[in-house]
């Protein structure tokens, strides 16, 4: 047993699920400030539709847009901490996604209620990730696991 670690731990698959789905959403946050991986980051905006900014080339982010997604990276690797946090964070961000799919289907892209951004791309990924999150929270989180230490 190493002396600096008396105490080892586990990590469940629901919270090993939600430090992997958080760790992404930091990477993704500070991509959208690098430029070359972003398009067009000289013409990046606060909030807005009118941010040409492009993640990848295809997804449209802003300042406010990669904020938000650096706030959920950090979130779901803190609430992976515990089986309860990663599961909410999960299902919770999940039906966050989904509702954020739900208002880019329904708010035209060039509309001044588009304040964050969104394109047809974003619209479709926030479905993806909305279902995919969901799913991992549902699925893996059905039961406890409960280690002694």
């Not at 070359?36 to 990848?56: C, K, P, R």
């Not at 989904?98 to 329904?106: A, I, K, N, Q, V």
């Not at 909305?130 to 002694?148: D, E, S, Y």
Request: hydrophobic residues 55%; without cysteine; neutral net charge.
């Amino acid at each position: 047993m190493n002396a600096s670690r008396p105490h080892a731990t586990t990590r469940s698959p629901v919270q090993l699920a939600a430090l992997i789905v958080g760790a992404v959403f930091l990477l993704v946050g500070v991509l959208g400030f690098i430029p070359g991986v972003t398009t067009n980051l000289d013409e990046i905006t606060f909030a807005g539709h009118q941010s040409d900014a492009l993640l990848l080339g295809i997804f449209e982010v802003s300042i406010l847009h990669n904020i938000v997604h650096l706030l959920f990276g950090v979130a779901g690797i803190a609430l992976s901490r515990t089986w309860t946090g990663a599961r909410n964070f999960l299902i919770v961000g999940g039906v966050v996604y989904l509702l954020l799919w739900l208002y880019g289907m329904f708010v035209p892209h060039d509309s001044g209620a588009n304040f964050v951004p969104f394109n047809a791309a974003d619209n479709w990924l926030h479905l993806v990730l909305g279902l995919g999150m969901a799913a991992l929270g549902f699925l893996l989180g059905r039961g406890a696991v409960t280690t002694r230490i």
